[in-house]
């Protein structure tokens, strides 16, 4: 599973990112999501294409890099992933981020996360005191893989499909504090 790339199989679904219909035998882009209705399964959200590029670009980079479907404007929607995802929050767990505040503590080992510093933030139960809702944990990237039990690799191979506005130096000091 994942996201996927397909020609549109009927006319009757319409795109999330700009809710016109889909015509039939149109290239879409599936993005994988939990399904609300029925815990623990998935389904999928419906794109065009460049409404995704726009609006989904981490959903689509990972479906353009592992679809077997041939997609005749791939480089000119790369483009638009580049520039979209600079401004892109990411909208998929796991992700990293440089701290935009000091204020989070790491979820495995309780110390402070310094502004500015990766960090990785995975999904997470926050308990309000009466429901639990999911929100974001934060952690040193050294601290994730034991904390979420993964392996590093696996972890930051996940970390990377989801976030596009790192620097090449960024993944560098990720992959060795993931994975080292
Ligand atoms: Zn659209
Ligand atoms: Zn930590």
Redesign the pocket.
């Known amino acids: 599973m994942g996201h996927t790339i397909e020609a549109a199989k009927t006319g009757r679904a319409s795109c999330r990112s700009c809710k016109q219909t889909i015509d039939k035998g149109t290239l879409r882009l599936g993005e994988e999501v939990a399904n609300a209705f029925s815990p623990g399964e998935m389904t999928f959200q419906w794109h065009h294409l460049p409404c995704a590029a726009e609006k989904r670009p981490a959903a689509l980079k990972q479906a353009l890099e592992t679809t077997d479907v041939e997609v005749t404007d791939k480089e000119e929607l790369l483009k638009t992933i580049e520039t979209a995802g600079k401004n892109a929050k990411p909208t998929s767990f796991p992700y990293a981020e440089h701290a935009p505040t000091g204020r989070a503590s790491?979820?495995?080992?309780?110390?402070k996360?310094d502004k500015g510093d990766l960090r990785i933030a995975v999904e997470t139960e926050v308990d309000t005191g009466s429901f639990a809702r999911k929100g974001a944990a934060y952690?040193?990237p050294?601290?994730a893989p034991e904390h979420t039990e993964q392996d590093g690799i696996d972890l930051f191979e996940k970390v990377k499909a989801n976030t596009l506005n790192l620097e090449d130096s960024d993944w560098e000091v990720l992959e060795e504090e993931m994975c080292g």
């Not at 790491?106 to 110390?111: K, P, R, V, Y």
């Open positions: 790491c979820a495995s080992c309780s110390e996360i952690l040193h050294a601290c």
